[in-house]
């Protein structure tokens, strides 16, 4: 015995380690998103993003996939983006958005073999798509509202291209506003508004479903569909925002009406968001999201349920202190599915649409993309950890383990031997309980003793959870040889509403003691040797940064990544004004006192920690003035200090290039302060 155990134990010193997981090779992995069940449930399209690496562009196509599993088949294969797969009703057919011609337009493909034919030339481009029926699409394009009036709805191409003429002649370029918003998160706004329009696949040609100088949908950052089509093609659900000042509300009404057009009729007009319907398989009902309080957008989303014949709305979740987050429908309509973010994790539950008791189906990670296979047994969804990204799984209704279904990233991911994040907690403000995640680098050693990074979220409300990320992903953190902390403060969503409302009106405190006890009990880890500490932090994150540097000298290095540091500035800058409002408690001017207090630009006298400043020039959300008045603060105040810009990057830098320059950056940044405390 004790010969094997010897043997064994030289094995795994002679044991080579993993490679680096760096950010090139992390742009190696397959990007899987927006999975659609076909009708007959056989087969699932997703679209894939790969990033050449030679080149540092990227692409996007389109696959289809047993829904049991196997080898997937690429069904688009251009050098131009392909997205957002959609299946006809026949399931012969699969309609998409692609950039293969020029502009963006939708496209249809006979899923059993052929060339995919162009069936939209709007000049404006298309953005959505879903099927109304065989032969007519519902389609989304950016418009100039007066067009669609002076044609009696049709959409007027001529009209259109003349408007988009227009603004490329000499003079043409001023921007000329008489409210808000101007610009949103990434461009600056102009007269054309998203409308809803009704394609005919035979003919090419499209009318104004939504006429009007409101977008339909609106604007959303990354989020799910705001419309939907009925199952018999007779109607289409929609959100509208009807607020003069768009940019002091949160407030979209939901609305139906007939495709063949007409007035729309609101179903549903709660203070807050009303948004992602989804008809149910029956047609009887529309499901929905809504949060009940106006101009809160971290207001609780709630699932309602519509009855189109009696108009009546049903709170499903309201004893359910979670945020509900994407929603599906069972076969039979009685049965809702729906994830939403708990303890770190994001499970998949179910609720009777009737009303009744919210049940798990199954957790441990991060559900993404919830689809429902028409057996009424099946459920498919994405699914991430801290150690992949998304893949497409397999879900019972029964509960169980989730069965994989795509294995794009397993190979590439193998030779890493990445570790799982360790779920731990802590006590912090006032004694409540903190959720953090740990991760460790592949080849950890627990004899030895590691640098710490700390790294605090944005939002304020969000959360780090078990899941994927690109941006500030822990695992290349952790490759580069630190112990990674990545605390879930006041504000993180995920343990009920409570916690999520203490950092309003509080920004550097609770959440900021949450942080620094946080760095206590991190520092106490046996591997972590105490002092060597950094944090870094993005958005809000990057505002406790700055709240950090005036407030304590107790890291090593400090991060700031698109950091809030003055918040009057702010305030006059920024364009989702109901934000601030809702934080502060107000405009500055009438809560100057908050403003003042919790604004890191007025501790500059207190900053002495080397500081990395990151800012995109296109980050309209935090303005690169903040960071340009953090860099100038620490310069003049003679810390070391650096700036980083990206001129083509907003709030998230995006382009893989830029994405690896980044972890470059930072990285060697931390490396340069983080030094051994000896030699």
Same mark, same amino acid.
């Given at each position: 015995?004790?010969?094997?155990?010897?043997?064994?134990?030289?094995?795994?010193?002679?044991?080579?380690?993993?490679?680096?997981?760096?950010?090139?090779?992390?742009?190696?992995?397959?990007?899987?998103?927006?999975?659609?069940?076909?009708?007959?449930?056989?087969?699932?399209?997703?679209?894939?993003?790969?990033?050449?690496?030679?080149?540092?562009?990227?692409?996007?196509?389109?696959?289809?996939?047993?829904?049991?599993?196997?080898?997937?088949?690429?069904?688009?294969?251009?050098?131009?983006?392909?997205?957002?797969?959609?299946?006809?009703?026949?399931?012969?057919?699969?309609?998409?958005?692609?950039?293969?011609?020029?502009?963006?337009?939708?496209?249809? &493909?006979?899923?059993?073999?052929?060339?995919?034919?162009?069936?939209?030339?709007?000049?404006?481009?298309?953005?959505?798509?879903?099927?109304?029926?065989?032969?007519?699409?519902?389609?989304?394009?950016?418009?100039?509202?007066?067009?669609?009036?002076?044609?009696?709805?049709?959409?007027?191409?001529?009209?259109?291209?003349?408007?988009?003429?227009?603004?490329?002649?000499?003079?043409?370029?001023?921007?000329?506003?008489?409210?808000?918003?101007?610009?949103?998160?990434?461009?600056?706004?102009?007269?054309?508004?998203?409308?809803?329009?009704?394609?005919?696949?035979?003919?090419?040609?499209? +009318?104004?479903?939504?006429?009007?100088?409101?977008?339909?949908?609106?604007?959303?950052?990354?989020?799910?569909?705001?419309?939907?089509?009925?199952?018999?093609?007779?109607?289409?659900?929609?959100?509208?925002?009807?607020?003069?000042?768009?940019?002091?509300?949160?407030?979209?009404?939901?609305?139906?009406?007939?495709?063949?057009?007409?007035?729309?009729?609101?179903?549903?007009?709660?203070?807050?968001?009303?948004?992602?319907?989804?008809?149910?398989?029956?047609?009887?009902?529309?499901?929905?999201?809504?949060?009940?309080?106006?101009?809160?957008?971290?207001?609780?989303?709630?699932?309602?349920?519509?009855?189109?014949?009696?108009?009546?709305?049903?709170?499903?979740?309201?004893?359910?202190?979670?945020?509900?987050?994407?929603?599906?429908?069972?076969?039979?309509?009685?049965?809702?599915?729906?994830?939403?973010?708990?303890?770190? +994790?994001?499970?998949?539950?179910?609720?009777?649409?009737?009303?009744?008791?919210?049940?798990?189906?199954?957790?441990?990670?991060?559900?993404?993309?919830?689809?429902?296979?028409?057996?009424?047994?099946?459920?498919?969804?994405?699914?991430?950890?801290?150690?992949?990204?998304?893949?497409?799984?397999?879900?019972?209704?029964?509960?169980?383990?989730?069965?994989?279904?795509?294995?794009?990233?397993?190979? &590439?991911?193998?030779?890493?031997?990445?570790?799982?994040?360790?779920?731990?907690?802590?006590?912090?403000?006032?004694?409540?309980?903190?959720?953090?995640?740990?991760?460790?680098?592949?080849?950890?050693?627990?004899?030895?003793?590691?640098?710490?990074?700390?790294?605090?979220?944005?939002?304020?409300?969000?959360?780090?959870?078990?899941?994927?990320?690109?941006?500030?992903?822990?695992?290349?953190?952790?490759?580069?040889?630190?112990?990674?902390?990545?605390?879930?403060?006041?504000?993180?969503?995920?343990?009920?509403?409570?916690?999520?409302?203490?950092?309003?009106?509080?920004?550097?405190?609770?959440?900021?003691?949450?942080?620094?006890?946080?760095?206590?009990?991190?520092?106490?880890?046996?591997?972590?040797?105490?002092? +060597?500490?950094?944090?870094?932090?993005?958005?809000?994150?990057?505002?406790?940064?700055?709240?950090?540097?005036?407030?304590?000298?107790?890291?090593?290095?400090?991060?700031?990544?698109?950091?809030?540091?003055?918040?009057?500035?702010?305030?006059?800058?920024t364009e989702e004004l109901w934000f601030p409002e809702w934080e502060f408690r107000g405009p500055y001017?009438?809560?100057?006192?908050?403003?003042?207090?919790?604004?890191?630009?007025?501790?500059?006298?207190?900053?002495?920690?080397?500081?990395?400043?990151?800012?995109?020039?296109?980050?309209?959300?935090?303005?690169?003035?903040?960071?340009?008045?953090?860099?100038?603060?620490?310069?003049?105040?003679?810390?070391?200090?650096?700036?980083?810009?990206?001129?083509?990057?907003?709030?998230?830098?995006?382009?893989?290039?830029?994405?690896?320059?980044?972890?470059?950056?930072?990285?060697?940044?931390?490396?340069?302060?983080?030094?051994?405390?000896?030699?």
């Amino acid at each position: 015995m004790t010969s094997t155990v010897s043997i064994f134990l030289l094995s795994l010193l002679a044991a080579p380690s993993p490679p680096p997981f760096t950010a090139a090779e992390m742009m190696r992995l397959q990007r899987i998103a927006d999975p659609q069940v076909s009708p007959d449930g056989k087969s699932v399209a997703y679209q894939a993003t790969q990033v050449d690496t030679a080149t540092w562009t990227r692409n996007t196509d389109i696959w289809v996939i047993p829904a049991v599993g196997g080898t997937p088949r690429r069904i688009t294969d251009d050098p131009k983006s392909d997205s957002r797969p959609r299946w006809s009703p026949d399931g012969r057919r699969l309609a998409f958005v692609s950039t293969r011609d020029g502009g963006a337009q939708v496209w249809v &493909v006979d899923v059993a073999g052929g060339v995919p034919r162009k069936v939209t030339s709007l000049p404006t481009e298309a953005g959505g798509v879903l099927w109304v029926d065989d032969r007519t699409l519902l389609v989304t394009s950016e418009v100039y509202p007066e067009c669609a009036a002076a044609a009696g709805g049709a959409y007027d191409a001529a009209c259109n291209r003349g408007h988009l003429e227009e603004m490329t002649r000499p003079g043409a370029q001023a921007r000329v506003y008489d409210g808000l918003l101007m610009r949103h998160w990434d461009h600056w706004e102009d007269r054309r508004r998203t409308h809803l329009h009704v394609v005919d696949l035979a003919s090419g040609q499209a +009318r104004d479903l939504t006429p009007g100088t409101t977008d339909v949908p609106p604007f959303t950052v990354g989020g799910p569909d705001d419309y939907d089509v009925a199952p018999d093609g007779k109607e289409v659900a929609f959100v509208r925002k009807d607020a003069p000042v768009e940019a002091v509300s949160t407030n979209g009404e939901l609305y139906v009406l007939p495709v063949t057009g007409g007035a729309p009729t609101k179903v549903a007009g709660n203070p807050g968001y009303d948004g992602e319907p989804r008809y149910s398989p029956s047609g009887a009902m529309i499901a929905f999201r809504a949060q009940m309080r106006a101009d809160y957008e971290a207001d609780r989303w709630r699932l309602m349920v519509y009855d189109r014949a009696t108009r009546a709305v049903r709170n499903l979740t309201e004893p359910f202190d979670r945020q509900v987050g994407d929603i599906a429908w069972s076969p039979d309509s009685r049965t809702l599915y729906f994830t939403a973010e708990n303890d770190a +994790r994001v499970p998949i539950f179910a609720v009777p649409a009737a009303g009744g008791s919210v049940r798990t189906i199954v957790g441990g990670v991060s559900f993404g993309d919830l689809r429902a296979a028409p057996d009424g047994r099946t459920l498919f969804a994405t699914a991430a950890a801290l150690t992949h990204p998304a893949e497409i799984v397999r879900v019972s209704t029964d509960g169980g383990a989730p069965a994989a279904v795509t294995h794009a990233n397993d190979s &590439v991911l193998e030779p890493f031997l990445l570790l799982p994040g360790e779920s731990v907690r802590y006590k912090g403000a006032a004694g409540k309980t903190v959720q953090a995640w740990v991760v460790k680098p592949a080849a950890f050693d627990p004899t030895r003793r590691y640098p710490l990074l700390v790294l605090i979220h944005g939002g304020p409300q969000g959360e780090w959870g078990e899941t994927w990320s690109y941006r500030w992903n822990p695992q290349v953190f952790a490759s580069a040889g630190y112990v990674v902390f990545m605390p879930n403060p006041r504000g993180s969503i995920g343990w009920g509403q409570e916690f999520v409302e203490d950092v309003s009106g509080d920004w550097g405190g609770r959440a900021y003691e949450d942080v620094l006890k946080g760095t206590d009990f991190a520092e106490a880890l046996p591997y972590v040797e105490k002092g +060597r500490t950094a944090a870094a932090g993005a958005s809000y994150g990057g505002y406790m940064v700055d709240w950090i540097a005036g407030h304590t000298g107790r890291y090593r290095v400090l991060v700031s990544h698109d950091g809030v540091f003055d918040l009057r500035s702010m305030y006059g800058a920024t364009e989702e004004l109901w934000f601030p409002e809702w934080e502060f408690r107000g405009p500055y001017w009438a809560r100057r006192e908050m403003y003042e207090r919790w604004s890191p630009n007025n501790f500059v006298q207190n900053f002495k920690t080397p500081t990395l400043v990151v800012h995109g020039e296109l980050d309209y959300r935090v303005p690169i003035e903040q960071g340009l008045g953090m860099f100038t603060a620490l310069q003049r105040l003679g810390v070391p200090s650096r700036l980083l810009v990206f001129p083509d990057e907003g709030h998230w830098v995006l382009q893989p290039a830029n994405a690896v320059r980044w972890y470059q950056e930072v990285i060697g940044w931390l490396d340069r302060w983080m030094r051994p405390a000896t030699p």
